[in-house]
């Protein structure tokens, strides 16, 4: 492990070191050309409202642009919304609106506009999975004057600036939401820096510069239209086609670097990998259901977590270029609070004790603890084709030199849809939620959020603390820095006691160009590559 | 001519029963397995609708409804000829379909084209030959039908594509980039193709009138050709027909390893995002092209060889 981070280190973003910066232009670059970038899943549908997809993180910064944008601390920063007031009840936000800013289709962009976005985001019609619900605090909008629009929510929500600087609720033409809504779909409008000239499913997307563009993030530090001419992106499903045709110089550029390729990317000279972690919880290989056993026991659950060894489990899910972390926060997560990390850390010995401790001191035939006769076992529901089977496989054989039989149950994602709602399971896979506010804790572990057969929520531990719900309800309250920064950091700390789940890798954006790729710099809310400021160095062949 | 007509048209009917009983069948599937359609619909497990989004798609497409009644709506829709809206492409199926069957159907054409004028000079060349070069022919096509299609493909993709650079890997590069999929899809046709066909042109060889000719002073190519083959032709038909309906399964491959677009690939998407309209559409169109190749191959039978009828 040392010597692969000593390697990595030679290069410019090291593996696995906590990359920082690159979200601003640091020289204008040469106009024109055509950058080829290969995807490895195609989208289906284009409308961002519509949609949870992660391809939405780019394609949103290409089409669209946001009220709001992300600064380098990760805090609300101006975009379409120039400045902003918050009334002192938290529940009214008025918006001055930049008045030079266009839609593609001639539309103009005003407080009309914002409001009919807001509402077609929320529109049962929509049928969001994502975008509604990030603005469920949502009440009305007013349009106040031409540039000025004011929201007000039901109840103070302080994640609501940063949701609103996400992709997937970018502003998009007005003029088509009203005439057309589902033609947004196919034929996105937008008033981003590019335009889609054609979308072939399954193939690929081409998108083409839209030459009066000056409305970059400030944060961005770009001037003007975008340098390229035009992106062609190609859906290339197979990780070893998509690694190779890019190594080949079929493509310039791929945004999913398939992690089992990333040695060989890292070791050939004509190529840069970029490895970016996203904000939000971690990956958790496993959540626990807290509310039944043997998860309901809190030492068990410790036990568990204490047993992974993480940077194994990390070792084999990204082949050496995911980190490991032991927190419920990314680092990169605005009030990621850093003092809470350590107490989840790689300890078989004191994962034992706490299982002795709980009264699992017997031992059967096979070398499993026992109590009253009992095995110490539980099954975890995983979904086929999606759970990562050596990850799981890794961590069964961790537990078993605990004592702990981790049983594997491989379902089809229907069943497990099903499983998940009705709360008959011990534990399930977990996985990553990514949100560019520390409010992914609410979403992940808040008790208003387990899943039932009426609520899409994403709290598969079944946690419902009344500690934690109430931190988490406060931190929703306030938009004070200093109080969010005390808040979530009482909550980071909580979860760590509860382990509701155990988190074990980052939640990355592995990306790789050829060399005569430049200027690329990164979202401050996704991570992923800001495609306005990449330019092409001249051929000297 | 009467009793061609009667069988065919009870061949048609006996097709459309076997439609009812596949979309019966794949509803049923669908259905019975638990799951909840809603939250597929919204995306599966990493969507986060909130009560009233999910409410309004229960009641959009009517999941709040019993099966019976799901079923009875699901098939009303289907005779006016509605394959329903995809869940995760938000258009309508049969627009979909349509926009992929073309470059499905140009590649599955072509591929069987190269697979049966490959099998057929192999078969004519090889057939009652020295043993050596029988066995060495036979040798290769037993590996190459058995040698799975993503393995075929990824080898000939490494050697010409990223190594000699001789085609592009992605089919969106001019029609250089169909020669390596259609050399993929027509390797395995064409190699149990030219089994079947030796097998048959060497009994057939064997046979009386084959002397008769040869008698005559007829060349072994005038022998082979005219007289050998259009007998040999028509196991070796049926057995293309049943390979030509199978290529959807090998386009999913295909497909997806030289990045193109076609039904195959779209199939698997909408397997794996449980997009059920859009599966159904799909199995639907794969088991009437499985009817209708069936009936056509049984006609070209009758015409080549009039005794196939009466049996």
């Known amino acids: ?541 | 001519m009467s009793g061609r007509y009667r069988h065919l048209f009870w061949r048609l009917g006996a097709g459309a029963l076997v439609l009812w009983g596949t979309v019966t069948l794949i509803f049923l599937a669908i259905n019975l397995t638990p799951g909840d359609p809603a939250i597929t619909l919204l995306g599966g497990p990493d969507a986060l609708p909130t009560p009233a989004i999910l409410h309004q798609v229960r009641a959009e497409y009517g999941f709040d409804q019993p099966l019976h009644v799901q079923y009875v709506h699901y098939l009303g829709r289907l005779l006016r000829g509605n394959l329903g809206i995809s869940y995760r492409l938000h258009q309508p199926v049969a627009v979909l379909i349509a926009g992929q069957i073309g470059a499905t159907a140009m590649l599955a054409v072509s591929a069987m084209a190269v697979g049966v004028v490959l099998a057929l000079v192999v078969a004519l060349a090889t057939a009652k030959r020295a043993p050596w070069l029988t066995s060495l022919f036979a040798g290769i096509e037993v590996t190459l039908s058995s040698v799975p299609s993503f393995i075929t493909g990824l080898i000939l993709l490494l050697g010409f594509s990223f190594n000699l650079h001789l085609f592009p890997s992605s089919s969106t590069r001019g029609w250089t980039a169909n020669i390596l999929p259609t050399i993929t899809l027509a390797l395995p046709i064409a190699a149990v193709l030219a089994q079947v066909l030796r097998r048959e042109l060497e009994d057939i060889l064997e046979q009386p009138f084959i002397l008769t000719a040869r008698t005559r002073g007829l060349s072994e190519a005038g022998v082979r050709l005219g007289h050998a083959l259009r007998h040999a032709l028509v196991p070796a038909l049926t057995i293309a027909g049943i390979m030509f309906a199978g290529l959807l399964s090998s386009a999913v491959v295909v497909e997806t390893v030289f990045n193109r677009q076609g039904l195959g690939r779209m199939m698997a998407d909408a397997t794996t995002n449980r997009d059920v309209p859009l599966v159904l559409g799909i199995a639907l169109l794969a088991t009437a092209i499985n009817i209708l190749v069936n009936i056509a191959i049984d006609l070209i039978n009758a015409v080549i060889d009039p005794r196939t009828e009466r049996s």
Not at chain 1, 64 to 83: C, I, K, R
Not at chain 1, 143 to 150: A, H, I, L, S
Not at chain 1, 409 to 416: D, F, N, S, V
Request: include cysteine; charge should be negative.
């Open chain 1, 1 to 541: 492990m040392a010597a692969l981070l000593a390697a990595g280190a030679a290069r410019a973003d090291a593996p696995l070191g906590l990359p920082s910066g690159g979200y601003r232009e640091m020289q204008p670059g040469r106009p024109g050309g055509t950058l080829r970038v290969s995807v490895a899943t195609d989208i289906g549908a284009l409308d961002p409202h519509a949609l949870s997809a992660t391809n939405v993180q780019w394609i949103g910064r290409l089409l669209f642009d946001n009220l709001v944008y992300l600064d380098e601390q990760g805090l609300p920063a101006p975009w379409l919304a120039t400045s902003w007031t918050i009334s002192p009840d938290g529940k009214t936000y008025t918006f001055s609106l930049r008045d030079d800013v266009t839609f593609s289709d001639g539309a103009k962009f005003n407080a009309e506009a914002v409001l009919i976005n807001m509402e077609h985001m929320r529109a049962p019609a929509t049928k969001s999975p994502l975008a509604g619900t990030y603005i469920q605090p949502y009440a009305s909008g007013r349009v106040v004057d031409e540039y000025t629009f004011e929201a007000t929510l039901h109840a103070p929500y302080s994640p609501f600036l940063y949701v609103l600087a996400q992709s997937w609720l970018a502003m998009e033409s007005p003029k088509v939401i009203k005439e057309r809504p589902l033609s947004l779909n196919a034929h996105p409008i937008g008033s981003g820096p590019f335009i889609l000239k054609n979308y072939t499913p399954q193939l690929g997307m081409i998108f083409i510069r839209r030459p009066d563009y000056n409305w970059s993030p400030p944060v961005t530090g770009h001037k003007g239209p975008a340098y390229l001419d035009r992106l062609e992106f190609e859906f290339v499903p197979d990780a070893s086609v998509r690694y190779y045709s890019l190594a080949s110089g079929e493509y310039d550029f791929t945004i999913d670097l398939p992690p089992q390729a990333g040695a060989a990317a890292l070791a050939n000279p004509a190529l840069t990998v970029t490895n970016r972690v996203r904000m939000g919880c971690p990956n958790r290989a496993i959540a626990f259901n807290v509310a039944a056993p043997p998860f309901d026991d809190i030492r068990v659950r410790r036990a568990a977590g204490l047993a992974m060894d993480r940077n194994g489990i990390a070792q084999i899910a990204g082949f050496g270029l995911y980190r490991p972390i032991a927190n419920f926060l990314s680092e990169t997560t605005p009030f990621y609070d850093a003092s809470a990390s350590g107490a989840l850390a790689y300890d078989p010995g004191q994962a034992k004790a706490l299982l002795e401790e709980a009264g699992w001191t017997g031992r059967d035939a096979e070398g499993y603890r026992t109590k009253a006769g009992t095995r110490l076992a539980a099954s975890v529901a995983i979904a086929v084709g999606v759970t990562s089977i050596p990850v799981i496989a890794e961590i069964q054989s961790d537990l078993r030199r605990v004592g702990f039989d981790l049983q594997l149950e491989a379902l089809p994602t229907g069943m497990l849809l099903q499983q998940r709602t009705s709360g008959q399971y011990q534990a399930m896979s977990g996985g990553v939620w990514h949100t560019n506010t520390p409010d992914a804790l609410y979403i992940n572990y808040h008790g208003s959020q387990i899943p039932t057969f009426h609520l899409g929520g994403q709290n598969t531990s079944r946690l419902n603390d009344p500690v934690l719900n109430a931190l988490l309800e406060r931190a929703r309250e306030t938009t004070d820095t200093a109080a969010l920064a005390a808040l979530y950091a009482q909550a980071q700390a909580r979860l760590i006691e509860l382990v509701p789940a155990v988190p074990l890798y980052d939640n990355q954006s592995l990306i790789a160009f050829g060399s005569q790729v430049r200027g690329v710099i990164y979202d401050t809310s996704h991570e992923t590559p800001h495609f306005e400021t990449i330019w092409l160095q001249e051929s000297t062949a």
